[in-house]
């Protein structure tokens, strides 16, 4: 079975321009998860989707953050503009319908971001 | 208060010996208690799920936990160079809100 897959894996900007990442979740994952990860912490959600539907972004930055689950399957999750302080790895998890319940999450290889 | 707590470490033990890692969480109301293993440049993989009161084995890890308390552990016997990482203690609140996750210990185990 193919895990979470993530895209790309590193990518070097300057701040202020605009950046995208990719996540395509384990085939039947309903629950998609993005989390930001500082170095040294724990993830931190940024937004949970049940199939096509964003059922919590309340920690989502709306200002320059934003994110799409077309179709409930792949995913979406955009910067623009970039500041200094996103620098960190973004991941992606997923889960099935009653992972949503015990928090076994599948999460990708990251993306990692650095903000120049 | 953070949600979930945990000693950042470092926590170095030697090969063979039981490395102990603890958390404490501050909703007294959580449901479901997780161990996450992340190794350095990796992502994190679940390495353990504990949901009621007590122990929970599996191979040479075993998860305790004690809500009265509030605190959930990580026991790992016989440690292995290969066991060294950090490990995220994650808490779901239950009532749909987000699984928590602590930042995370850093483990040694010394050959």
């Known amino acids: 079975e193919a895990g979470v897959v993530q895209s790309p894996r590193y990518k070097i900007i300057e701040k202020k321009q605009p950046v995208a990442f990719w996540c395509n979740p384990i085939s039947g994952h309903n629950t998609l998860y993005w989390y930001l990860q500082n170095l040294g912490q724990g993830p931190e959600l940024l937004i949970r989707y049940e199939n096509e539907e964003a059922v919590d972004d309340s920690q989502l930055p709306k200002d320059r953050f934003s994110a799409e689950r077309l179709k409930g399957v792949d995913s979406t999750l955009k910067i623009q503009p970039a500041e200094l302080g996103d620098s960190a790895v973004y991941l992606c998890a997923s889960s099935t319908r009653t992972g949503v319940n015990t928090g076994e999450l599948f999460f990708g290889e990251g993306s990692r971001l650095t903000v120049l | ?111």
């Not at chain 2, 950042?8 to 909703?27: F, R």
């Not at chain 2, 809500?67 to 292995?80: C, E, G, W």
């Open chain 2, 1 to 111: 208060q953070k949600e979930v707590e945990q000693n950042s470490g470092p926590l170095s033990v030697p090969e063979g010996a039981i490395a102990s890692l603890n958390c404490t969480y501050s909703d007294r109301g959580s449901q479901s208690f997780f161990w996450y293993r992340q190794y350095s440049g990796k992502s994190p993989e679940l390495i353990m799920s504990i949901y009621s009161n007590g122990d929970k084995e599996d191979g040479r890890f075993t998860a305790q936990l004690n809500k009265a308390s509030q605190y959930v552990s990580l026991l790992i016997r016989d440690s292995q160079p290969s066991d060294s990482a950090t490990y995220l203690c994650a808490v779901n609140p239950g009532s749909a809100r987000q699984l928590t996750f602590g930042s995370g210990t850093q483990l040694t185990v010394l050959p």
